[in-house]
DNA sequence: CGAAATCATGACGAATTCATGACAGGCCCG
DNA sequence: CGGGCCTGTCATGAATTCGTCATGATTTCG
């Protein structure tokens, strides 16, 4: 997954850029300050910068200046106003592209597209969950069993998501008809079956589940 | 040596240019309106081009978006006024600066060498990505299997770049119509008919794909 | 022990999801 | 202006998947 570091010191801004960005799948990070932001990028870079031009201590355009000196990760400067001289400044800091507030979520997506395009950072490899002798790619649509790929479905697929992003730990039958298929309400053997249907094809022994095991009475965990 | 088209009607203003470019060492192309400046784009790429904002017909502003749309040459646009407006549209719509009329050279000769550096450590880390016996080379903008080029339309270059850039991550169909068609909204079945043409062309066994596969219910993916 | 609650699983029709061929409009080129 | 290529839309059919139900097994608890 993607990510993103936002360095902006108005927190509503800042929160909201976050929360769109998380809903557009990246993950991120946040800072209020240039300094702040500085260090979480030296210490854990991120694959795009966002930049607030207006910063309390050091400004934007220093921050991608020293940002731009440390490497050449894709920087996208925001503007309070869309004054030429602003955006002139940053873009020769080192900026790669900027956005002007209020910030529309599509285009600064599409530009962070745009940029990161040009900059091809380098393909990581895909994240794995693995239990046992399970692994769960949840990028590439994929589970492997012993190596070998397993044909799931949508709905198991994103049923074993779920419990995988909650290892260890029970679900009820609710909580997964809510998160896996968005129904408030709906019949709760729905998820038995699918479970059923799952063990099918992750577990050895599907009557004595090692993994994908029910927990009586209050529902459904993967475990290692 | 580099190449610059420069796309300007005027014509002093254009032969200026032009004569002051070659003092520079640039191997000058010269096109009064957008729609020769295209063409002569397409036949034979430039390494930067100039584009006047005001242009008889096909204006500045879709100029650089058509330009944006074929590759990602560094674009630089020329305003006549230096009006926040223009210069914030012509930024949108693809240019990775602008000059203001009258133009210094010096400072339009900076400019350029800026942007192009932006551009080429950018675009350089790239090498051919290769997934088995297929090879893409998106500078190239060209495809080879088995060592041997095939024919891609634009359309599934763009598609196949995509998918390319997220190796062995499943894109969903709705990902693809935004980043490859720039659509927010479409009909879905549209990634189906392109990715159906493109494995008849990469694909040794198009109906079993090895390399570009479905994922049902989630979308598409390249893997090696 | 027996009843009630809880869970597993097979079957089946309906609905979804994909692949593919056909086709018309647009664009470019000769 | 005519032909060829590219693109997007549509329709069709095949294959897969989904949700429901019924039945039977297992566990809990009075």
Redesign the pocket.
């Known amino acids: 997954m993607a990510a993103v570091l936002v360095i902006e010191d108005d927190d509503r801004i800042r929160l909201s850029l976050a929360l769109a960005l998380e809903d557009e799948g990246y993950a991120v990070r946040e800072a209020p300050t240039a300094e702040e932001g500085l260090i979480a990028q030296r210490r854990e870079p991120a694959d795009t910068v966002l930049v607030d031009l207006m910063l309390p201590g050091i400004d934007g355009f220093e921050c991608i200046r020293e940002l731009r000196r440390d490497g050449d990760v894709p920087i996208i400067a925001i503007s309070a106003r869309s004054d030429t001289h602003d955006i002139v400044a940053a873009l020769e800091a080192g900026a790669d592209d900027y956005v002007v507030k209020p910030v529309e979520v599509k285009e600064l997506s599409a530009r962070m597209r745009a940029v990161r395009r040009r900059t091809r950072t380098a393909a990581s490899p895909v994240s794995a969950l693995v239990f046992g002798e399970l692994e769960i790619r949840p990028e590439a649509g994929e589970v492997l069993r012993h190596g070998e790929p397993v ?8 049923l074993l998501c779920e419990l995988a992003d909650h290892a260890g730990r029970v679900l009820s ?1 609710q909580q997964l008809l809510e998160r896996v ?1 968005e ?1 408030s309400i ?5 998820v ?6 799952l ?2 094809k992750i577990e050895d022994n ?2 004595a ?1 090692r993994h994908l ?8 965990k993967l475990q290692r």
Chains 1, 2 share one sequence.
Do not use: I, K, M, N
């Open positions: 044909a799931v479905t949508r709905t198991e697929f994103r039958r298929w129904y709906g019949d709760e053997r729905l038995d079956v699918h479970v059923g249907r063990r099918q599907p009557a589940p095991v029910t927990v009586r009475g209050l529902g459904y």
